[in-house]
């Protein structure tokens, strides 16, 4: 009740500069984000330059028991854990501990080549050629009592490519990198992680996944099969993946985290050499630094980010370095979500506090949509956009593709700009409504360019 009372009050502090009615809608919109995925539960978390503005759970973290989730129930990280562990690689920086450029031999003597010659550059962005998981998939029943242990996994093994010549995500790269934070340290991987990173950053609820012990505050596992909401029974043990995937943590932690980033904790230099991307020996730039992802949402704001899916969690961090804006989404289902476009739109309503969508009426149209398929091809439909009130409207669209057949459309805090809620979640919605409506929708979830408006919408509307 305690912990309950101090985020209210926190709360209330950071609400001031946001009206209740875009509260109110922010709301609205995740619990038809909750209804349209039918994931079990949602817990989301918003920061701003410090201080927390928005927290809320949706759904349950136990649907059994019908216990509500809540900001402060703990999930799985899944490799939101790479970047909780690159926040200690910063923190190490920033203490002149650590080179992201010097070899791992000069860390760890005991490491063998070609291991010892990567640097923490390489590693954490993903350039280094280690394959992303152990060859054996015995691993996932064994619990792992230190992170030196799982140099088995290295044995026999090789480099996928040259180091720097090529991209390949790697979550068994960051076993490396807890053995890194030990040896220069001095101290056990978590015991670092406890006192030196969670316990600074008041993250009191994360904590090493362990997958025999649940509290009363952690979220049930689920997973979506056919369409049905199902409870994991098997669950699988992080501990062989710990610095990449195996924490369990609360979005008010993770947010929390994301402190670390602009008030000292972590230094100015160290933090602009974090986000900036790392680039192959060709001069291809990967969009991905030291574990951090680099993005930009619909109106071209450049976002800092990283999201996970794992065995009952997908979940996301994102943030936004100009306006210190932090937001992350954690759900206890695994499932496939757009969830970075998804907390990106769902973001407008802090970020444009002071904007305000036109109005819109109420009207019923009809439309003529293109839909431009991935292989190249085109498909035409007939549909239909309403609009009952300025709050909510209803796009309906004759296609056999049942997730784009009918689904809620809400106007976002900004001009011509709109939201689709999709059983694959957030979408954006460009729409301009006068004289005549015009709209492209788009899905940018793998994309090249960071600015992913420069890319072809997925849909074109067009009123009849």
């Not at 562990?85 to 450029?101: E, N, Y």
Request: proline share 3%; aromatic share 10%; net charge positive.
């Amino acid at each position: 009740m305690k912990k309950i009372l101090l985020i209210a009050s926190i709360l209330i502090l950071g609400l001031k500069s946001f009206s209740q009615e875009s509260l109110a809608n922010v709301d609205i919109l995740i619990e038809d984000l909750l209804k349209k995925t039918q994931v079990a539960g949602i817990s989301i978390s918003v920061s701003k330059q410090g201080n927390l503005i928005y927290s809320q759970g949706f759904g349950f973290s136990d649907v059994k028991n019908k216990t509500e989730m809540a900001p402060t129930s703990r999930i799985r990280t899944a490799s939101l854990a790479k970047v909780i562990t690159a926040t200690a690689l910063g923190k190490l920086a920033t203490d002149g501990k650590l080179d992201f450029d010097t070899p791992l031999k000069e860390y760890i003597t005991f490491l063998k080549e070609p291991y010892a010659s990567l640097t923490t550059r390489q590693i954490a962005g993903h350039t280094a050629g280690v394959q992303h998981r152990p060859a054996s998939k015995k691993t996932k029943n064994k619990h792992f009592v230190e992170v030196k242990e799982t140099l088995s996994f290295f044995e026999g093994t090789t480099l996928l490519f040259e180091p720097g010549t090529d991209y390949k995500y790697s979550s068994l790269g960051y076993n490396l990198l807890s053995i890194l934070i030990e040896e220069v340290s001095g101290k056990r991987y978590t015991d670092f992680m406890k006192e030196d990173i969670f316990v600074p950053l008041g993250m009191t609820q994360t904590m090493p996944d362990n997958a025999s012990v649940f509290t009363e505050n952690d979220a049930k596992l689920y997973y979506l099969q056919g369409g049905k909401l199902k409870q994991e029974k098997k669950i699988e043990d992080g501990s062989y993946k710990l610095a990449g995937a195996g924490f369990r943590s609360t979005s008010v932690d993770m947010v929390k985290m994301m402190n670390a980033y602009s008030n000292g904790f972590i230094s100015k230099e160290v933090v602009k050499d974090m986000f900036k991307s790392n680039r192959l020996l060709n001069g291809e730039v990967t969009n991905v630094g030291i574990g951090w992802r680099m993005n930009k949402d619909i109106n071209n704001i450049s976002t800092i980010e990283h999201a996970g899916n794992w065995q009952g969690a997908r979940t996301v961090i994102i943030y936004y370095p100009d306006s210190e804006l932090s937001i992350s989404v954690m759900i206890n289902t695994k499932c496939t979500l757009f969830i970075e476009e998804s907390t990106q739109i769902i973001a407008q309503y802090f970020l444009n506090k002071d904007q305000k969508q036109e109005d819109i009426g109420t009207f019923s149209k009809t439309l003529k949509i293109i839909n431009n398929r991935s292989g190249g091809s085109i498909e035409n439909y007939t549909g239909k956009l309403e609009f009952i009130d300025t709050k909510k409207g209803a796009l309906h669209i004759e296609t056999d593709r049942s997730w784009l057949k009918q689904n809620n459309v809400y106007p976002l805090p900004s001009k011509n700009n709109f939201t689709l809620s999709t059983s694959y979640g957030l979408l954006y919605l460009r729409m301009n409504l006068n004289p005549k409506l015009e709209g492209e929708l788009f899905q940018y979830q793998v994309l090249s360019d960071t600015y992913h408006m420069n890319q072809k919408p997925m849909l074109y509307i067009k009123e009849k």
